[in-house]
Structure formats: C-alpha cells, structure tokens
Nanobody
C-alpha cells in the first residue's frame, strides 16, 4: 500500500521560509517522478515543482528562484524548500508520485493528503 505523508506546513510571515517533507512508503522514490502541487479554495490544483528519477527538475514560473525540490532516496523522502514566501503562496500543498510521466501537468498515480501553508503579512 502506497502512502505519501506530507509534513512541515505551518504559518509564516511573508519573506520567510518553510521546508516541506514528503515521506513515501510502499514505493521506491528513486523509481518515481516526485512532485509537489498546491491548491487554494475555488482554484484548480497546480503543479509547483517536479523531480524526475533522472534528475530533471521543473518549476512553475511563479516559484522559480524561490522554491527548490530535492529528494533523499535513501530516506525515501522528497522535500520542497520554500524561500521568500509570498502571500499568494498560501495553499494546501500536496506530494505526488508517478511511475511513468513527470512534470507539472501530470495526473499522478498517488497523492498525499496535503499540508497547509499559510503566509501572513
């Protein structure tokens, strides 16, 4: 049974930083595309960052230069380092995994339940 468990969300002031973690079980992250998505009420879920098993990474234009995705395949964990946070980064953040496709527009095989990030002024 595959599980993706996110952690690290919380409330932070604009300009601050957070690091999200996604602990995977039931799959081997080195074999998967791992990605982060986010969603706010009334909006579609959007891809934020993805990391392919070959090392290729993609970022949404809105987070380039501020967010960084990384993975520790020994720990089977993926991270999203978020710096220079803005009010518009407030969202529920979801970890995702796909065995075939990779990118910001994929429909992943597996989803986590999400962790809430709230940015205040």
């Amino acid at each position: 049974q595959v599980q993706l468990v996110e952690s690290g969300g919380g409330s932070v002031q604009a300009g601050g930083s957070l690091r999200l973690s996604c602990a995977a079980s039931g799959l081997t992250t080195s074999d998967y595309c791992m990605a982060w998505f986010r969603q706010t009420p009334g909006k579609e879920r959007e891809g934020v960052a993805s990391s392919n098993s070959d090392g290729t990474m993609n970022y949404a234009d809105s987070v380039k230069g501020r967010f960084s995705i990384s993975r520790d395949n020994v720990k089977n964990t993926v991270y999203l380092q978020m710096n220079s946070l803005k009010l518009e980064d407030t969202a529920m953040y979801y970890c995702a995994a796909d065995s075939v496709f990779c990118g910001l527009r994929i429909k992943p095989d597996y989803w986590g339940k999400g962790t809430l990030v709230t940015i205040s002024s």
